[in-house]
Each structure stands twice: as structure tokens, then as C-alpha cells.
């Protein structure tokens, strides 16, 4: 075990955020740390970091454990670059190279016993060196900032300069390059693309460490978690497995607590009305039998009715009239920002009652597009056109349609002046905003109370086209859960950004990935892109060829223009590019394999002058055997390099 939580009670004011909670960590184990908005998560984590003192109850770290926390906001003060920023994680690895560095200027002008000295420590802060992985340690800096979204060019801009989620991702490098034996993370995939989140579920499941981690990402969880310590009503309550079993489980225990609260409920209300009419007969035996089955009934030791489940927003999505089939068609789109070609000549059409989700990196371009469809940005080139009677509902993640001076009430009411003030509060009220809530100021809102305001909007638009971008930023899961309901049950038009793959499964029947500024038409859900992306991105979006094809061309003619062209199958096509694409990266492998050992044999070399080495017959053999063991691999190596460049 590595952090245990004994009996924590924490209360503001007369709000209880937890009563008597316990749970408890175990070396290397990942832990999902789940309840809805506003339960208490960060409030526990941050009694575990010491930032919050529980007014009662323990916490205790394993004696010489060291933890690490990631906070949802981050504010990194200093004027650093990314790099530099990132590389402050290894200033012991840092410090001990530059020691080792020191020490080699020294050994040329030492002799005899003194030199003795500094070479075992010499030997001791290199074993240490190594062992500590800080051969590699820049190589790690360069994957972590790579596997967070980061390219090269971004290594060298200021830190000051970053947006709120880009410094959240800094911070998160950083922390995950310090190793703690136990890292607390509170929302690590906000801000991430869909490479990242998939990049840090494979950081985490490798981790030597323990994780404890908040998120509202059930596909994450499902892969990365294997115990859940839930928090509701106060009470905190284990599980063993990831959250889908947690959530079957969950379920099953509530079932089973409300059947047994209402047979014990109506087994009371039998014997009362029992004991009444014993009563009513007034007789003394049928009277002695009533008072016994009264000291009966007081025995019993009566059940809490399972508390109801957490508030919920409830609404659902209907347009005021249908459009027509065509309710987007977009012809040779292009936009750029300065040298950065986002996308290029882009095609495609959308139908009714499609339900596309757009996705891609960070910075491709996606929230761009939904934006000129909005008339909120211009097009460089290029066109589109609305079918008719199509009526457009937007969610801005950004939540740039709301208007920060005035009231929630207002907000509604302005938009929807013929809306009387009983069907406002009705509405707000669906998205729990109740009594003096309505009056609160838009600007004093979180962002998961902006986008409640947002959702309630557009359900208030009737409007049969949805242009949604990140609509599950700031929600809870069970939030996610009832829009993805009201989605799937809209009878309109949908099309949305979003990085969240479990919302993209349950509600996407088409997908367009964002891809070397081409758009890539996927017919099926987040599964069916996974099963996929390799195949159509090599095929429709190759690195080498970044000019956007069209989407229309992608999903039907493309194929049979490139067999015509070539005289090959779409098929044979296919098998050509993988193959070609296994020759390349094998060539790469070796390459690099082959400098891996010449740098090697070269080391070897300068350790073979070293008196200390060349003085010792042990040591010379073990050197002289890895050389010639390594020249012996070099040779196949070299002659596999050749027929590959071939």
C-alpha cells in the first residue's frame, strides 16, 4: 500500500463534501476517481497534497514515497521556454552529468591515491548516472513533449506566452519526467487531441508507479484503470475494475438496495395495517397479539431509502421542420493562418440525419471550419451552401454566443422574447438552475455552467442542423450520458468536433478526420475508424501529398480513378503502400540500430586507452568481447541496410 485515507470528513459551512471516507492506493495499481461535478474529487485530492486540511480523519504516504500533482489549472510563472520548462524535471540527472563532468576534467592532472579516489567516485556517480536512464534522459524529454502534442518548433516558444491548456500540458510533461511513486491527476486528457489521450493511456499502463486519476473520460478509464473509488452523497466506495464494471456494478448494488428498502417498506406497512386491525377487533387476545407484533415491528432495524441519484439535466432535441436531403455542400474550402496551410480545396456534401463528428489533432483546423460555416471567420477560397430550410443551432466551446454581463435569465429571455417567464424558469430549471440561480451574471459562471446555459439554448433553437464544437467540455459523465440520448434521438442534422472517442462511438455515423489538411471520410464510428485510419490516410492524405483531396472523391470515384490510372486494383494499391511503408521503416530501424553500435564500438575505443581499463585484464576482455560481438552484428546490419535501400 502507498496512500492510505482513513475516515476523512470534510464539510464548507453547513455543504458536507465527504463524511467517514476511506479508500486506499496500492503500489503500481491505476485508480479511477469518479462523481459528478462538483461530489468533492479535487477537494480530496488536494487534502492529500496539503493544500485543503480535513477537518478530520488521516492521510498517510508511504514513508520515502514521493507524489506528484497535476491541478486543472496551472500557472507557470517563469520565463522559460517549453524545453527548458520541461527540462527542470531533470535537474538531479543534470546536476549528477555536470558532477561526472567535472570529475573528467580533474582525472587528467590527478596521480596516484587521489586519483584512485576520484575515479571510484568517478565510477559511482556514472553507475548512478546510468542507472538513473540519463543516457537517454533528453531523448525522454523530446517523447513526452511529442507524445503531449508538442512538434519541435513549439520546444522553443515561451512559456508565458501559452494558452491555459497548452501550460497544462508543460506541467504534465514535466511532472510525468519526474517519475513520482504516485501521481494525482485531475482532468490530464482536458486540452489533449486524440493521438495525445491515446499516447498518455499507453504512458500510464507501462507507469512503474501508482496513478490515482479524475476523469470524466470513460474511454480512457476503460483502458487505463483497474480500481474505482467513486464519491457521492459524501460517502466514498471502492471497486474493483475499470468503469464499465464499475458502472455495471454500481447499478446492480442500487438495484438490489431500492428492492430490498421497498420490501422491507411494504413488510412494515403489512404489519401495521396488521396490527390496526387486531386492534380494531377489541378483544384482549387479538390486543396481546397486536402489542406483540408492535414490539416486533420496533425491532426492526428499517432501511434508508438508497439516496436518489445526483440532480441530472434533462431535455431533449427537436427541430421545428425538416430541411431538405442536401443540408451542407462545401466546394474547394481553403484557409490558412500566415505559412499554415489548414486545409486546402476541400469537398464534401452532408445529408439529412447524418450525424458526422470531426476529428484531428490540435491545431488542424477543426473549430476553424465550424466557424466559417457560423460566418464567424472568412474562407480564403472556396465555398459553401446551406440546403433549404435548414435552420442552424451552434455550441461554441469558447461560448462566444453568450453574453458575460448579463443574467442566466436575461440571457434567455432576449433571445426568446415571445417565452414567458414560467416556461424560462421551467427550462433553467431542467439544467439546474433553480431560484435566485437564474439571476447569477454569465461572466461569474464555471465553464461547466456556461455550457449547461449553451446546451439549454440550443435545445430552445428547435433549429435541424447542430453544429456542435466540444459539447462534453465541462460535463460530467452522467451529463454526457443524457446528451448522447437526446443526440441519438434528434431526428435533425448533426455535425461536431470532439476529442472524446466513447461520445464519438455512441453518437457519430460518419467520421472526417482532419489530416495533412485533407479531410478523410470514415461511414461508421469511432471503432470503425480505428479499424480504419492507417489504410484511408495513406490513401487519401499522404504526408508527401498535403493538398486536400475531395471528400465525395474519397468515399467513391478516388478508388476507381487510381486503379484506371495505374492499371492496379484499389486493392493491389493498397498492399503496395504497406508494403512500402514496412520497407521504409524497417530501413529507418536499421539505420538507427547501426549508429547505435558504431557509437558504441567508438566508446569502447576511448575506454580501452583509459589506464584504469587497459590496466585491467577482466575489464579488456569483457570490452574486447562486446566490440567484437557488436562488429559481428554490424555486418548482417550492413548488408541488411543494402538490399533495403535497394
Known amino acids: ?22 479508500f486506499h492506493i496500492e503500489d503500481r495499481e491505476k485508480c479511477a476517481f469518479v462523481g459528478v461535478n462538483g461530489a468533492g474529487k479535487s ?3 488536494k ?12 492521510i498517510v504516504l508511504t514513508r520515502g514515497k514521493s507524489i506528484g500533482y497535476l491541478a486543472q489549472q496551472q500557472n507557470l510563472d517563469s520565463n522559460n521556454t517549453i524545453y527548458e520548462e520541461v527540462k527542470t524535471a531533470k535537474a538531479d540527472i543534470i546536476a549528477l552529468e555536470q558532477q561526472i563532468r567535472a570529475i573528467e576534467k580533474e582525472l587528467k592532472s590527478l596521480s596516484g591515491e587521489e586519483l584512485n579516489t576520484r575515479l571510484d567516485t568517478y565510477h559511482r556517480l556514472t553507475s548512478e548516472f546510468e542507472n538513473q536512464n540519463g543516457y537517454a534522459y533528453e531523448s525522454e524529454l523530446v517523447g513526452v513533449l511529442k507524445g503531449l502534442g508538442f512538434t519541435e518548433e513549439d520546444f522553443s516558444k515561451p512559456t508565458a506566452t501559452l494558452s491555459g491548456g497548452q501550460k497544462t500540458r508543460v506541467s504534465l510533461g514535466k511532472l510525468l519526467l519526474t517519475r513520482p511513486d504516485i501521481l494525482l491527476l485531475d482532468e490530464p486528457t482536458n486540452h489533449l487531441d486524440l493521438n495525445s489521450i491515446a499516447w498518455l493511456e499507453t504512458y500510464l499502463m507501462n507507469y512503474s508507479g501508482a496513478v490515482l486519476i479524475v476523469s470524466h473520460d470513460r474511454f480512457f478509464l476503460n483502458r487505463v484503470v483497474s480500481k474505482v473509488v467513486e464519491i457521492e452523497h459524501g460517502t466514498i466506495r471502492m471497486y474493483n475494475g475499470n468503469y464499465k464494471a464499475f458502472a455495471d456494478k454500481k447499478k446492480q448494488l442500487r438495484d438490489a438496495q431500492m428492492k430490498e428498502y421497498l420490501n422491507q417498506q411494504r413488510e412494515i406497512r403489512h404489519q401495521e395495517a396488521v396490527i390496526e386491525k387486531l386492534r380494531s377487533f377489541n378483544r384482549e387476545k387479538s390486543i396481546r397479539r397486536a402489542e406483540s407484533r408492535e414490539k416486533m415491528l420496533e425491532k426492526i432495524q428499517v432501511l434508508d431509502k438508497p439516496a436518489d441519484t445526483p440532480q441530472e439535466i434533462h431535455f431533449s432535441l427537436e427541430p421545428s421542420c425538416v430541411s431538405g436531403n442536401d443540408v451542407l455542400r462545401i466546394e474547394e474550402l481553403s484557409k490558412r493562418f500566415g505559412p499554415q496551410i489548414l486545409f486546402q480545396d476541400v469537398s464534401f456534401e452532408i445529408k439529412r440525419g447524418e450525424h458526422v463528428a470531426i476529428i484531428g489533432d490540435n491545431g488542424t483546423g477543426k473549430t476553424t471550419l465550424l466557424k ?3 460566418g464567424v471567420l472568412p474562407a480564403d477560397n472556396g465555398s459553401f451552401t446551406l440546403g433549404t430550410k435548414v435552420q442552424i443551432g451552434y455550441y461554441d466551446q469558447e461560448h462566444h454566443v453568450l453574453h458575460d454581463s448579463k443574467t442566466i435569465f436575461d440571457e434567455i429571455s432576449d433571445d426568446y422574447p415571445t417565452l414567458t417567464n414560467t416556461q424560462i424558469r421551467s427550462t433553467l ?6 431560484g435566485d440561480d437564474v439571476f447569477k451574471r454569465i461572466g461569474d459562471l464555471s465553464g461547466g455552467e456556461k455550457g449547461r446555459i449553451s446546451l439549454a439554448k440550443l435545445m430552445l433553437s428547435e433549429a435541424n442542423f447542430l453544429i456542435l464544437d466540444e459539447p462534453t467540455n465541462h460535463l460530467d459523465i452522467t451529463s454526457k450520458e443524457i446528451l448522447e440520448q437526446a443526440l441519438n434521438d434528434y ?3 448533426v455535425l461536431y468536433v470532439s476529442h472524446d472517442r466513447y461520445f464519438i462511438n455512441q453518437t457519430a455515423s460518419r467520421i472526417l478526420e482532419l489530416v495533412n489538411a485533407s479531410f478523410v471520410n470514415y461511414i461508421g464510428n469511432y471503432d470503425y475508424y480505428l479499424e480504419k485510419k492507417e489504410t484511408l490516410t495513406a490513401a487519401y492524405a499522404p504526408n508527401t501529398a498535403p493538398s486536400a483531396q475531395n471528400i465525395s472523391a474519397a468515399s467513391s470515384a478516388a478508388p476507381q480513378d487510381a486503379a484506371s490510372d495505374s492499371k492496379l486494383s484499389w486493392q493491389e494499391q493498397k498492399e503496395l503502400q504497406a508494403r512500402e511503408r514496412k520497407r521504409k521503416n524497417d530501413l529507418k530501424r536499421t539505420e538507427e540500430r547501426i549508429a547505435v553500435l558504431e557509437e558504441r564500438n567508438a566508446a569502447i575505443d576511448e575506454l580501452l586507452t583509459h589506464e584504469d581499463v587497459y590496466s585491467s585484464s577482466v575489464k579488456c576482455q569483457e570490452l574486447t568481447s562486446e566490440k567484437s560481438a557488436n562488429e559481428t552484428e554490424l555486418e548482417g546490419l550492413y548488408e541488411q541496410w543494402e538490399a533495403l535501400a535497394e
Open 1 to 22: 500500500m502507498i496512500l492510505a485515507c482513513h475516515n476523512l470528513n470534510k464539510a464548507f459551512g453547513e455543504h458536507t463534501i465527504v463524511k467517514n471516507g476511506s
Open 43 to 45: 477537494t480530496v485530492l
Open 47 to 58: 487534502m492529500i497534497m496539503g493544500e485543503e486540511t480535513p477537518d478530520s480523519g488521516t
Open 372 to 374: 466559417i460555416l457560423n
Open 429 to 434: 430549471a431542467a439544467f439546474q438552475f433553480t
Open 491 to 493: 431526428t435533425g442534422t
